[in-house]
């Protein structure tokens, strides 16, 4: 529970209204009840503030609306995003426990275990594996062998990662994802048959990385997979063995990345996007859903559509095009018709 002034000095807002409110969440202006705090950062959402229940709005510091009721304050900010994601963090810290190291979880002698670590039931952290403090590791939960794992940084139930790899500070890997798998390597034989290429390197996960639930990033061959400070990866994304992921990209559920592709910084791509392997992709690409990439991103900055991938305006213009090839191809089937026609006509006289 925060007052209303606590919350206007945590988002470095002008409290307008009473400073002693209570509140305990926060939700959207249409749902919010008594105790809750909401937020208007668009105009369109004003038409719900009259019969809001909210006991404090968070408004733009340009906004001319004025509290209305007794019980009711109004936090003026210059960003009501970024004040609200604030308050989020607060209660996501809340969510996390930290009941330290449980009973129920095997932890090697020499494991280095920093302070303030969080340790779940039935997690298991294997020899010379080193965790930073304040870092929180749920339950059911694998640690590798040589494993190193930075500070404050949050692991979700499930987790699985394998021997040797590296996670930094304030990581949060949700649940059941999957870090230093084998790389996919297997070369045929002379009699066609498939012999594994051992998968010898590992992870980096650099710091503020986010990695969704079922996710999966493999480990390199001989060096490393490494994913650059800063990406966010959704759920469901398949990261290949020698992949490189540069800092501050962000991808969405369901991307196949394949082997040894380099990205640069700062790359968003949809849902469902394809990276063909050894590719490379120039810093601040963006890829809509569905494209697949099959050829190198010289051009920075660049906006990507279609598979294969081109650029978007093209593919919004050659969309238009698709769209009507039925009735285009109508019309040469009778235009041909007609060239037939006249050419009989001209061999008949």
């Known amino acids: 529970m925060l007052t209303t002034k606590e919350i206007s000095n945590i988002v470095g807002g002008q409290l ?8 305990f969440n926060i939700n959207k202006i249409e749902n919010s ?20 229940k909210a006991s404090a709005i968070i408004v733009n510091k340009n906004s001319k609306i004025k509290p209305n009721g007794q019980n009711r304050a109004f936090i003026k900010v210059e960003d009501v995003y970024l004040a609200v994601s604030k308050l989020l963090k607060l209660l996501e810290k809340d969510k996390i426990e930290n009941n330290g190291l449980s009973d129920l979880s095997f932890i090697a002698l020499d494991a280095q275990i920093g302070d303030g670590v969080s340790i779940g039931a039935f997690t298991y952290i294997s020899e010379n594996v080193k965790i930073g403090k304040n870092t929180s590791i749920s339950t059911q939960v694998f640690i590798g062998k040589n494993v ?14 394998y021997t040797g790899c590296k996670i930094g500070n304030n990581c949060i890997i949700h649940a059941n994802a999957v870090i230093g798998s084998d790389g996919f390597g297997f070369k045929p034989n002379k009699k066609g048959e498939y012999e594994k290429i051992p998968q010898v390197g590992i992870v980096v996960v650099e710091d503020h990385v986010e990695i969704g639930a079922n996710t999966v ?45 380099k990205l640069g910084k700062n790359i968003v791509c949809g849902g469902q996007v394809g990276i063909s392997t050894h ?63 006249l050419t009989k006509t001209i061999n008949n006289e």
């Open 16 to 23: 307008e209204g009473k400073p002693d409110i209570e509140i």
């Open 33 to 52: 009840k008594p105790g809750s705090i909401s937020f208007i950062a668009n105009d369109k959402y004003l038409k719900y503030l009259e019969d809001s």
């Open 148 to 161: 190193e794992i930075g500070e404050n940084t949050i692991i979700m139930p499930g987790v699985k990662i």
């Open 217 to 261: 990033i493999d480990r390199a061959t001989f060096d490393e997979t490494r994913i650059h400070k800063g990406v966010k990866l959704d759920n469901l994304i398949q990261i290949a063995h020698n992949v490189e992921i540069g800092e501050n990209s962000v991808i969405a559920a369901l991307t196949g990345i394949a082997g040894s592709a």
């Open 279 to 341: 590719m490379t992709i120039a810093d601040g690409s963006k890829f809509q859903a569905q494209s697949g990439v099959i050829q190198n991103i010289k051009k920075k900055n660049g906006s990507y559509m279609g598979s294969p991938a081109i650029d978007y305006y093209n593919h919004m213009k050659s969309s238009v095009i698709f769209k009507r090839l039925p009735e285009l191809q109508n019309r040469i089937t009778e235009l041909e018709k007609q060239i037939e026609k």
